[in-house]
């Protein structure tokens, strides 16, 4: 059975940094790309960047580049999504996504999902 | 950017009745490669269907979907108690500029 398993919940004051993470099991993890997805609360579904484990090769949403750091630890079978500097805005749910890409290695849906880690932002 | 649309934004029916959703794109979806997920109160998305019509693992067929060009539905034939939740369609025929429908909500009636 293909499961991704994410960390737990955090709280947070602004500036502060994060790193959450999400791993994998039941598949060939480095045979995959691994993505993450936003929520707001009360909002829609954002996607926001993926990589590949095999080489960290990685993709973003241009919305979140610059703001986030994928990365993943294919020897733990593991992926994390990271902030250096996190705002009131980054309050929401992140969703780790096991994705399907296209042949030149854009995300296209995703196939299994984490149970998801909230990120409470608050001074 | 495309903006998907869905429709209703809640539906209220009754176990064992035929549930309709839509979802229109603001422009046509290359190779109609939509998709279809669920989420439930406290758990995490569902992929359900790929590629317009495609069930994904495990998905039991009383779930369907359709259409093409900017025009899709999903359909559920005979509703399920566990069947209400929300549903967002997905297109990613302009990837990496995918998108998501901002959902449609099915209540029990």
């Known amino acids: 059975e293909v499961q991704l398993v994410q960390s737990g919940a955090e709280v947070k004051k602004p500036g502060e940094s994060l790193k959450m993470s999400c791993k994998g099991s039941?598949?060939?993890?480095?045979?995959?790309?691994i993505g993450w997805v936003r929520q707001m609360p009360g909002k829609g579904l954002e996607w926001m960047g993926i990589?590949?484990?095999?080489?960290?090769?990685?993709r973003y949403n241009p919305s979140f580049q610059g703001q986030v750091t994928i990365s993943v630890d294919k020897s733990i079978s593991t992926a994390y999504l990271q902030w250096s500097s996190l705002k009131a805005s980054d309050t929401a749910m992140f969703y780790c996504?096991?994705?399907?890409?296209?042949?030149?290695?854009?995300?296209?849906?995703?196939?299994?999902w984490g149970q998801g880690t909230l990120v409470t932002v608050s001074s | 950017e495309i903006v998907l649309t869905q429709s209703p934004g809640t539906l209220s029916l009754s176990p064992g009745e035929r549930a309709s959703l839509s979802c229109r794109a603001s422009?046509?979806?290359?190779?109609?490669?939509l998709a279809w997920y669920q989420q439930k109160p406290g758990q995490a998305p569902r992929l359900l269907i790929y590629?317009?019509?495609n069930r994904a693992t495990g998905i039991p067929d009383r779930f369907s979907g359709g259409g093409s060009g900017t025009d899709f539905t999903f359909t559920i034939s005979r509703l399920e108690p566990e069947d209400f939740a929300v549903y967002y369609c997905?297109?990613?025929?302009?990837?990496?500029?995918?998108?998501f429908g901002q959902g449609t909500r099915l209540d029990i009636k």
């Open positions: 996504v096991r994705t399907r890409v296209s042949a030149n290695y854009d995300p296209y849906y995703f196939d299994y």
């Open positions: 039941g598949y060939t993890f480095a045979d995959h790309w």
């Open positions: 990589i590949w484990p095999g080489d960290s090769d990685s």
């Open positions: 422009q046509s979806v290359a190779s109609n490669y």
């Open positions: 590629g317009t019509s």
């Open positions: 997905q297109q990613y025929g302009s990837s990496p500029r995918i998108t």
